[in-house]
C-alpha cells in the first residue's frame, strides 16, 4: 500500500496563488504518474492535472494556462501550482497514484484530501 500526504490547502482570494504538494510514503514501488483531482460540493471527481513516469502531463481544460503539475520523482511527490484562482476552484482536491505492484499490476491509491476555498 502506498500512502499519499498532501499539504497545501486553505482559503485565498481570487486571483491569488496556492502550491498543493503530495508525498507518497513508499519509495520501493514504482509510481507510474501522480496527479490531482477535486470535487466541489455537489459534483462529481474530476481530473485537474495528471503527469506520468515519462513526464507527459495532461490539464483540465478549466485549469489549463493556471495551473502546473511539476514531480521530484527522486522524492516520490508531486507539486500543484495554482495561479489565477477562481472561486470555480473552490473544492477539496486530491492526491492520486498509480503505483505497480510487485506482481507487475497497477493500482491506484488515493490522498486524504486538502480542502481549497477561493474567496470572490
Known amino acids: 500500500q502506498v500512502q499519499l500526504v498532501e499539504s497545501g490547502g486553505g482559503l485565498v482570494q481570487a486571483g491569488g496563488s496556492m502550491r498543493l504538494s503530495c508525498a507518497a510514503s513508499?519509495?520501493?514501488?514504482?509510481?507510474?504518474?501522480m496527479g490531482w483531482y477535486r470535487q466541489a460540493p455537489g459534483k462529481q471527481r474530476e481530473l485537474v492535472a495528471i503527469?506520468?513516469?515519462?513526464?507527459?502531463?495532461n490539464y483540465a481544460d478549466s485549469v489549463k494556462g493556471r495551473f502546473t503539475i511539476s514531480r521530484d520523482s527522486a522524492k516520490n511527490t508531486v507539486y500543484l501550482q495554482m495561479n489565477s484562482l477562481k472561486s470555480e476552484d473552490t473544492a477539496v482536491y486530491y492526491c492520486?497514484?498509480?503505483?505497480?505492484?510487485?506482481?507487475?499490476?497497477?493500482?491506484?491509491?488515493w490522498g486524504q484530501g486538502t480542502q481549497v476555498t477561493v474567496s470572490s
Open positions: 492520486h497514484a498509480v503505483v505497480v505492484a510487485t506482481t507487475g499490476t497497477l493500482f491506484g491509491s
Open positions: 513508499e519509495s520501493r514501488l514504482k509510481i507510474n504518474a
Open positions: 503527469m506520468t513516469s515519462g513526464d507527459s502531463t
